[in-house]
Structure formats: C-alpha cells, structure tokens
C-alpha cells in the first residue's frame, strides 16, 4: 500500500462506530500481521513486555457460505 493510501484506510477503520477496528487496523500496521492472523489472536499470545506475539491460530471464512471458522495452524 501506498503511505496516502494507508492513511486513508486508518481513517476510515477509525471512524467506525467500533472502535476496535481502528486498533485492529493500526495493530496490523506495526506488526505486519495478515487479517486472519490478528483477528484470531488471543490476548495470551501477546507479550507486551517484550514485544512479541505468538501466532498459533488464523481465522479464515468458507468461500461458499462466507462463514467464518479458526484454523488451529498458522501458515508459517
């Protein structure tokens, strides 16, 4: 993504009625996490301390129901 179009997109997250997804999306941002990734975190997984995080498990939706489900694995 472009720097303009970053901005943009951290705008628009963060004038949701949610505002998580403005923290969401600035947490993707500054750890290069996919949105499968970040979005099927448990809050265990973070080490704030030593600015870790474990990424055991991705969230990802069925192609045809559009349903979400978690995978137990990570890609990498």
């Known amino acids: 993504m472009r720097p303009e179009d970053i901005q943009a997109w951290i705008e628009v997250m963060e004038s949701r009625p949610k505002k998580v997804y403005g ?14 990734e970040a979005t099927a975190m448990h809050w ?9 995080a474990k990424i055991v498990r991705t969230l990802s939706w069925d192609h045809h129901s559009r349903e979400p489900y978690i995978q137990d694995v990570a890609k990498n």
């Not at 923290?23 to 499968?36: D, E, H, K, V, W």
């Not at 265990?44 to 870790?52: N, P, S």
Request: charged share 25%; no cysteine; glycine share 8%.
């Open 23 to 36: 923290q969401l999306a600035r947490f993707m941002l500054m750890t290069g996490t996919r949105l499968g």
């Open 44 to 52: 265990e997984a973070l080490d704030l301390k030593r600015q870790m």
